[in-house]
Each structure stands twice: as C-alpha cells, then as structure tokens.
C-alpha cells in the first residue's frame, strides 16, 4: 500500500489551478482598478488646466 499523503494528485492539482486563476483574477481587477484611477487623476488634471486658462497644446 502506498501512501499518497493528505489529499490525493488529483484534487491536489485542482487546487494549484484554482489558486493560480484566482491570483490571475485579482491581478487583473486590480490592475484595471488602478488603470480607472489613473483616467480620472489625468481628467482632474485637465479639468484645474481647463479652469485655470492653461492650454498645453493638445486641443484637437
């Protein structure tokens, strides 16, 4: 008989993958998280510009 510790390959690899796909996942939520803030401080910025009379060239 041959011990194949706690949880057998099978559910062992289920797990792995799970936990890989979960991290990809939070990954990605955070990095589009961090892609909105970004958009909106660039907007902000634009806006005080807007508002204060500055122009840096770039009206199309």
């Given amino acids: 008989m041959g011990s ?3 949880v ?3 559910w062992s690899m289920r797990i792995l993958w799970a ?3 979960g991290s990809a996942v939070s990954l990605y939520m955070v990095a589009v998280e961090r892609q ?3 958009r909106q401080r660039m ?3 634009e806006l005080k510009a807007m508002e204060s009379g500055e122009s840096n ?3 199309g």
């Fill in 19 to 21: 936990c890989a796909i």
């Fill in 36 to 38: 909105a803030q970004n």
């Fill in 8 to 10: 057998p390959d099978k």
């Fill in 43 to 45: 907007l902000a910025e």
């Fill in 57 to 59: 060239g770039e009206d």
């Fill in 4 to 6: 194949r510790g706690i």
